[in-house]
Nanobody
Framework: QVQLVESGGGLVEPGGSLRLSCVAS???????MGWYRQAPGNQRELVAR???????NYADSVKGRFNISRNRARTAVYLQMNDLKPEDTAIYYC??????????WGQGTQVTVSS
């Protein structure tokens, strides 16, 4: 079992920046960590994911604006979000994907982009 604790959400004006953090209780058997988001009425979607290599994937809608990184111990993952737009408003979830199969989720953190 992996526990994930997120922080860093909030209210920001368009064009602003936020940095999300997620701390995992362990790095054992974790193959990848990432960030997903879900806006009201929409399905949860991948924002960014980082795997060993490092191999990094971004959603097309955030390329060039968001940057995912993790610490050396692979127990924390970060999402630097720049040039935020109203359409980035959503609940952001941290994820950890185990080599053994399960995917673990954080509790979510609200990001609201509004003037």
């Amino acid at each position: 079992q992996v526990q994930l604790v997120e922080s860093g959400g909030g209210l920001v004006e368009p064009g602003g920046s936020l940095r999300l953090s997620c701390v995992a209780s362990t790095s054992n058997n974790i193959a990848a960590m990432g960030w997903y988001r879900q806006a009201p009425g929409n399905q949860r979607e991948l924002v960014a994911r980082i795997r060993d290599g490092p191999n990094i994937n971004y959603a097309d809608s955030v390329k060039g604006r968001f940057n995912i990184s993790r610490n050396r111990a692979r127990t924390a993952v970060y999402l630097q979000m720049n040039d935020l737009k109203p359409e980035d408003t959503a609940i952001y979830y941290c994820s950890a994907h185990s080599r053994l199969g399960p995917t673990y989720w954080g509790q979510g953190t609200q990001v609201t982009v509004s003037s």
